[in-house]
């Protein structure tokens, strides 16, 4: 987790996503032309130029996720990975699985296994944290299956 923990929120995430693009275009999943026009979207809007990306199609969830979970060495979970039911002892409010794009997987004795859109959400790993009172072990995952997962495990 020392990669996680090393990472600030501003200008690192700056510096993270532009290590992210590069990786994808390095991998041949991102064309250097549309890094060049989301680059003129994110000076306009002023949004992550990971998200716009998503959001354009210029790059998939999975991509991104799959690169995040390289560079951050951080294992990735699939969709078959999700176990049936959620782990009964850890209670969180659905709305803050729901806003931090994160699932609770597995509990041991001593820590709680979460997926993560974002594994470098400190708040979200605080949270979870002081509410299972445990160690957090971090995944990363696709957002929309994240997102799928807690509704299949809490309801809509």
Not at 64 to 90: C, F, H, N, R, W
Request: charged share 30%.
């Amino acid at each position: 987790m020392d990669a996680l923990e090393s990472a600030s929120p501003d200008a690192s995430q700056e510096d993270f996503d532009a290590r992210l693009i590069q990786h994808l275009v390095t991998q041949g999943r991102l064309k250097e032309s549309d890094v060049r026009k989301a680059e003129r979207l994110v000076e306009e809007s002023g949004d992550n130029p990971v998200g716009l990306m998503i959001r354009l199609g210029l790059m998939s969830e999975r991509d991104a996720a799959e690169a995040m979970a390289q560079l951050l060495d951080v294992p990735l979970v699939g969709t078959k990975q999700y176990p049936e039911v959620p782990p009964s002892g850890i209670e969180l409010p659905l709305r803050f699985l729901r806003e931090q794009h994160v699932v609770p997987i597995a509990e041991s004795e001593d820590a709680v296994t979460v997926v993560m859109a974002d594994p470098r959400d400190q708040f979200a790993i605080d949270g979870i944290r002081m509410a299972a009172g445990k160690d957090v072990e971090v995944r990363v995952g696709v957002q929309s299956e994240i997102d799928d997962v807690v509704e299949r495990f809490y309801g809509g």
